[in-house]
């Protein structure tokens, strides 16, 4: 019983040093993890001092957690127009960061991003992202707009509006996102 509980406790520790170990590397100092917490705002100046996202190294510095919400985003989302019938799948495979389980974000996810007293446009002093389109350009989300059967909400960045987008045939960018629960 007492070699059991010996060799018991040297697999305890075994497993403690490599939790410690394994920690993940970041362009920002610590602490990595982000509290999803819809209620709290973190303030941006500049790209330089911007506590809210943080690159990450792990995963080529392809993405970006955003540690008031807890989401991980695309660190440079699609140029280029995506047919509704493709939005989910195109997401499916991405391999963003060696990556799999990135998805379309819903209407609320995508807001998240938007600072409205901004104006044009109207994301976050100090933002990390790419290739992020203006004008009349939208986004896809997968929150269905109830007033008009058949067609999601999309927002576009340069003001921040959204925008009800046909989910049979239209066509709009793309930015996946991993994490959250995806309730439409």
């Not at 939005?87 to 609320?108: E, I, S, Y």
Request: charged share 15%; hydrophobic share 40%; glycine share 10%.
């Amino acid at each position: 019983m007492r070699q059991i509980f010996h060799v018991f406790n040297l697999a305890a520790a075994v497993l403690i040093v490599s939790a410690r170990l394994a920690g993940a590397q970041t362009t920002a100092a610590g602490p990595y993890y982000a509290v999803p917490s819809w209620d709290q705002t973190i303030a941006c100046t500049t790209a330089a001092s911007c506590p809210r996202f943080v690159v990450l190294s792990n995963m080529n510095s392809d993405a970006v957690l955003d540690r008031e919400t807890g989401l991980v985003w695309e660190k440079n989302p699609s140029s280029a127009d995506i047919l509704a019938p493709q939005v989910g799948t195109t997401c499916a495979q991405r391999t963003t960061g060696d990556r799999k389980g990135w998805r379309p974000p819903t209407l609320p996810e995508l807001q998240s991003l938007l600072e409205p007293s901004k104006g044009n446009p109207a994301l976050p002093d100090g933002h990390p992202f790419t290739n992020i389109q203006l004008g009349f350009a939208a986004y896809w989300t997968t929150t269905p707009d109830q007033s008009t059967p058949g067609f999601v909400f999309g927002v576009g960045f340069a003001d921040g509006t959204a925008s009800s987008l046909n989910a049979s045939i239209g066509d709009a960018r793309l930015w996946c996102v991993r994490g959250g629960g995806g309730v439409k």
